[in-house]
Structure formats: C-alpha cells, structure tokens
C-alpha cells in the first residue's frame, strides 16, 4: 500500500504527520520523502544513511561536425530546449525535460546524450523504517525526474508512506500518482481551505483516494468542516494546538516520542485509512 501524505501549501504539519504514522507503525515501513528541493523528514527520523548516489539525466550533446544546421531538432522541442542559431544548435540545459525526441528525429545522427546532475538520493533506516530521499542540486527547477527516481526505490513488500512537496503543481502530481490513499493535512483557516480545495482537484483527476486530517484544528473557522462534509471527504483525525508539539518540532522531536498517547492516534488513523480502501 501506498500512503501519500500531501498538502496544498506548505507548512501544515505534512512531514509531522508522515513521520509520526511511519514510527508509530514502526515495522515493514518505509518512508519516502520527495520534498527533493526541501527535504526535512530526515531531521527528525535521524537514520543513518548507508548509500548516497548522484542522481542525473540525459540531455542533448551536438556534433557539429555532422549537423547540417536543418532545424528538425528544434522544431521538435516543444520546450524550447534546443534551437539552431544562426550556425550553431544551442541546447537550454535546464528547460530539457531529457524525452530524446531531438536525438530520434536528427537524419545526422549528430545529437547524443550527455549526463546532467539533478542532486543525490540518500537511502538510510532507523527504527525498522527504511528511509528514502532525494535532495536536488541548489538551483535546479527540473524535481520531477528526482522525485520519480525516489519513488522507485518503493518496495511492493512494504508500506509506503510518501511526503509529498507541498503545493499542488507537476512535483506534487508526480508524488500522488502512484499512491493507493492521499492524505491531506490542512488547517482550518482561509488560505488552508483554498489550497485544500485545489489539492482535493489534484486527487479527483488522478482519482485516487483521499481523506483529511486537520492540523491545529481548534484555531480557525468551521469551513475546511463543511467543505469536508460537502465534498464527502472524510476528516479521518483531529489535531489540536499543543504547544508541547510545537515545541517537538522546533527541536526536530517526534510527537510519539515525547507525547506517547499520539501514537495510538496514528495506528487509529492507519486503521482508518486501511478500512476505506476495503
Ligand atoms: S530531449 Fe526532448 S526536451 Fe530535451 S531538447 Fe531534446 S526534444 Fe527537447
Ligand atoms: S536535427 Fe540534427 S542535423 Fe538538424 S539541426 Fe538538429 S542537430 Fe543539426
């Protein structure tokens, strides 16, 4: 099963909440975090990382000496990545999204692929969960491809659980689509209730699953309440302001650590999630 933990916009509690459920479970767990632009899972699992690997993908070499300067390449890229210039091919690193469709269409066969960095995945366990994440170069856009390469590192043995980028653009798509179950964190004011809403959009058109849970759920309005209940999402837990948990975090503390009451909450919540994909 897959478990991915989203939420609209940042800073709701996601990582807290994706954490928490994957020690509380404890066992034939493993957690993925494909925040590769800021991943902070990790702060608080604490694992010990016994494998990192350079992360890369292919984009366009050009040899000159066969191009012809025909302008087919170019033509094709839909993202503007390769143009033939005057009497050069120029290739835009950054905007390639490395689909090859250049190297098919050249009748030269002068493109080939040469290797861009992307970041690092860093595998690693503490207390029987595997831990899975990727950290993308400092000023790359392109995580989607990291993000994939994250995910495939889910082992079909186990229980996954993913914390998903925050937002609700191409990375966040990309984390959701092989989840079994989307969980939304969100929180009970204006902004959380716009983003929830385009979150639970995201989740309809791939049509996944999908239930809440309200984080500091006794500091705002009723509305996230009633969208929830108008829509037919259920609010499958509760969280209230508690500054101990505030606290928690500051220090990179898991909640079941140092409230050990939550941890029946999140075996609850699992048992929630289990019976609605029955
Ligand atoms: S590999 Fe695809 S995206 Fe990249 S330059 Fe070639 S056609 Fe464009
Ligand atoms: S398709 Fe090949 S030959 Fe034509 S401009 Fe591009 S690289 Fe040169």
Redesign the pocket.
């Known amino acids: 099963m897959i478990i991915t933990v989203a939420s609209g916009k940042g800073g709701t509690g996601k990582t807290t909440v994706a954490t928490n459920l994957a020690l509380s479970i404890g066992t034939n767990v493993q957690l993925l975090d494909c925040d590769v632009e800021q991943p902070n899972a990790h702060l608080f699992i604490h694992p010990f990382f016994d494998r990192t690997e350079v992360i890369t993908t292919p984009v366009p070499a050009?040899d000159m000496g066969?191009?012809?300067?025909?302008?087919?390449?170019?033509e094709l890229c839909v993202f503007k990545a390769?143009v033939?210039v005057a009497e050069t091919?120029l290739v835009f690193d950054e905007l390639c999204h490395s689909c090859g469709g250049?190297m098919a269409?050249?009748?030269?066969k002068?493109?080939t692929e040469k290797d861009r960095e992307l970041g690092i995945l860093q595998k690693g366990h503490h207390n029987g969960i595997e831990f899975i994440h990727g950290k993308l170069r400092v000023g790359e856009a392109m995580s989607p491809p990291l993000i994939k390469e994250v995910l495939s590192h889910r082992d079909p043995a186990k229980l996954t659980i993913v914390d998903a980028p925050p937002g609700t653009s191409c990375p966040v798509i990309e984390a959701m689509k092989p989840a079994d179950f989307i969980l939304l964190v969100t929180e009970p004011t204006p902004f959380g209730l716009y983003d929830l809403k385009l979150a639970v959009g995201a989740a309809k058109i791939l049509d996944v699953p999908c239930g809440l849970v309200i984080n500091r759920s006794d500091m705002g309005d009723e509305k996230v309440n009633a969208y929830a209940a108008a829509e037919n999402l259920p609010i499958l837990m509760e969280i209230p302001f508690d500054r101990r948990i505030a606290e928690a975090y500051s220090r990179g503390d898991m909640v079941v650590d140092v409230m050990p009451e939550w941890k029946a909450k999140f075996l609850e919540l699992f048992e929630k999630i289990k019976a609605r994909l029955n």
């Open positions: 050009i066969k191009c012809t300067l025909c302008g087919k390449c170019g390769i033939v091919v250049c269409v050249c009748p030269e002068a493109i």
